[in-house]
């Protein structure tokens, strides 16, 4: 089977996606690629060894290759049991990754067509961003892949930091292929009194974009879930290196 050119589908409407995103700071755009395009992404996305991706102690981030964990036996166990405790009061997150801008940089999985995912997101996906956010000074994107599992999620957060200043739009590329809304796993947008303002389930084929800072966590995924949550996250970001 020939392997598809990634491309974002010509059938969208980018004026309409850019003037809701100048309205609401935010948008959702179903059907970001054709369909024969967003299969295949899919079948890499679902089809490759991820990394866990946890908030550490000393609320750094750690991200785990699957032999770092075997070598770790139980004291991982403990080591989430600590970050639920820890969550309970403060920000954190678990959930599986693949962190494509390292991975492609590094030579992980050399020759692997998620690569060309990387450069794609390096070039008319970053121009597109630029386009529907009105935003010139978006020079490039960062990614990763992500799966939640039953009992993954990510804390109230807004995406700044004084280390981050530079990170301009978030975005979302679901390729969730069916879900449930009583399994969790939503996007959801938090006003400042602490309600919940706006929720989405995982979609298929749906790219998101919402302005940075704005108050969101991804719910946790049900113990029950009958698939994984997949997608592809990052942020447009400006010069800044």
Do not use: C
């Not at 004084?162 to 796993?185: I, K, N, Q």
């Amino acid at each position: 089977m020939t392997t598809p050119v990634i491309r974002i589908n010509p059938a969208i409407d980018a004026k309409a996606a850019r003037d809701a995103y100048k309205r609401d700071g935010f948008v959702q755009i179903a059907d970001i690629f054709e369909p024969h395009v967003a299969e295949h992404m899919a079948r890499m996305i679902e089809t490759l060894t991820y990394d866990l991706a946890f908030q550490g102690e000393e609320d750094k981030p750690v991200l785990l290759t699957q032999e770092e964990i075997r070598q770790q036996g139980q004291q991982m166990g403990q080591r989430i049991r600590n970050l639920m405790d820890r969550t309970g009061d403060n920000y954190g997150f678990l959930y599986q990754s693949y962190p494509l801008i390292t991975a492609y940089l590094t030579g992980r999985d050399a020759g692997h067509p998620i690569h060309r995912l990387t450069e794609w997101l390096n070039a008319e996906f970053t121009a597109f961003g630029a386009f529907i956010t009105d935003e010139p000074r978006v020079a490039k994107a960062d990614g990763q892949l992500t799966r939640y599992r039953p009992g993954d999620f990510i804390g109230l957060h807004d995406d700044v930091g004084p280390e981050d200043s530079h990170r301009l739009t978030a975005y979302t590329l679901g390729f969730t292929r069916r879900w449930r809304s009583d399994w969790g796993g939503q996007l959801l947008f938090h006003d400042n009194k602490g309600d919940v303002s706006r929720g989405f389930v995982p979609r298929f084929n749906t790219l998101t974009l919402f302005k940075v800072p704005q108050l969101h966590s991804v719910a946790v995924v049900a113990p029950y879930a009958k698939v994984h949550r997949h997608s592809v996250v990052g942020w447009l970001r400006d010069h800044t290196p």
